[in-house]
């Protein structure tokens, strides 16, 4: 990229990393098509490693990165759709991965997403954090209702759960689909599958897969996401 700067209101586009992907003279205003243009692909898409491709989706497996982007993006659509001011963490956070405000409510959602069915369509949702491979240090990072005020939960057939953190029980795992949560249950979404392959179609058009972070604070294969009931209005989300 060009090192020459003609004028101090030169505007540089810096991706999630700290690379500049994008630079526009002191002619192009904030508002041009040009500029929030890219600005938008830089901030839907978390950096992207050109020419790097993941595995189809296959036998039910998603590979886990897209799989949790796929849930928060589920989770943002959700709640904007409620009337909600929706907003992404600077950095990467293993308890907030979105904030909602609705209306002088300000809630710290955590986002979760899971594939592990286990008898009568009910799903098994991971809540600890254990990190990945070689970047994992041992520790283990169990759920705390301190740490976040709603869980979001995504589950492979498509339904959804908005789910106080106040009422989770265990710090390890917790179990959707019956009775327990069923008071939380919000409109069904998309299944996972269906969504990962739109996702991945997109992608190799596009040259590249989008990257997570790859630090101890990643997020394991079971996360939660789910919903089959009509989503309710916003005074009855049981907002705490």
Known sequence: MPSRRRWNFNKYLVDR???VVARFGAGNEPDASELTQKLEAV???RSVR????????SAGRIPPRLQGDLGELSALAWLADQGAEVFLPIGHSRDIDLIAIFGEKVLRVQVKTSTVVLRNRRYEVTLA????NQSWNGLVKRFSSERC???FVHVGDGRRWFIPSAVVDGGSAMIVGGPKYAAFEVDRGRSLSVLAEQRLARLADSGGVPERSKGSDCKSDGSAFAGSNPAPAIASLHLL
């Open 50 to 57: 050109t020419r790097t491709y993941v595995p189809v989706v």
């Open 149 to 151: 005020d709603y869980l």
């Open 129 to 132: 954090t254990r990190g990945g």
């Open 43 to 45: 901030l839907c898409c």
């Open 17 to 19: 990393r700290g690379r």
